[in-house]
């Protein structure tokens, strides 16, 4: 079977362990639903440390990744497809800034602002490009194209 699909363009938000334990995910959905996103689907899940070495191998040379591992795999994690026009770019405002602490003072009303703690502590995750956002996608919910938002239509290479 194949649907018709929605009109905007899908991205992956996840909200992460401390935004879980912290009880944020019906704050998080509230902002969500109110700036006029759909959730198209959503799972939640426990990272082990595969899946959150692949899900961030961008980052693995970096310093801070073993402790962003560790982190990331330190609880369970909601991740979402979400669906709006410009979406993508959308949801990244809403987060604001990596640092949770710099957002509180630049973006007050952002969501990190609201439930992060710190550089790494941040609560929640944004794709940062259409091609993020198809590979995200599908590292979480395998091939939901069925009709294909904006960036299930990208390229996408695991
Ligand atoms: P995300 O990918 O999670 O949406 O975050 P982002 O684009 O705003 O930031 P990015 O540069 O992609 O970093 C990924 C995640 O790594 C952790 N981090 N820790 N200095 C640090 O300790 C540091 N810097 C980044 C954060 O959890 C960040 O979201
Ligand atoms: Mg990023």
Redesign the pocket.
């Known amino acids: 079977t194949s649907f018709m699909a929605l009109k905007g363009e899908r991205t992956l938000a996840m909200i ?1 362990p401390d935004g879980i334990y912290g009880n944020f995910t019906d704050r998080i959905k509230q902002v969500i639903l109110e700036n006029g996103f759909f959730i198209v689907q959503e799972l939640m899940v426990q990272l082990v440390v595969e899946n959150a070495t692949l899900f ?1 191998s961008e ?1 693995s040379a970096k310093s ?1 990744f073993p ?2 591992v560790e ?1 990331m795999t330190s609880g369970p994690v909601l991740a979402m497809v979400i669906e709006k026009t410009n979406g993508i770019s959308e949801w990244r405002a809403l ?1 604001g800034p ?1 640092d949770a602490g710099k957002a509180r003072v630049s973006h007050p009303h952002s969501i990190r602002a609201m439930c992060g703690s710190s ?4 609560c929640v ?2 794709s ?1 490009s259409a091609l993020a956002a198809a590979r995200e996608i599908l590292f979480f919910f395998g091939d939901i194209s069925a009709g294909a938002g904006a960036a299930a239509a990208a390229a996408v290479e695991l």
């Open positions: 992460k961030y980052h801070f402790n962003l982190y987060i990596t550089a790494q502590r941040n995750h944004g940062d």
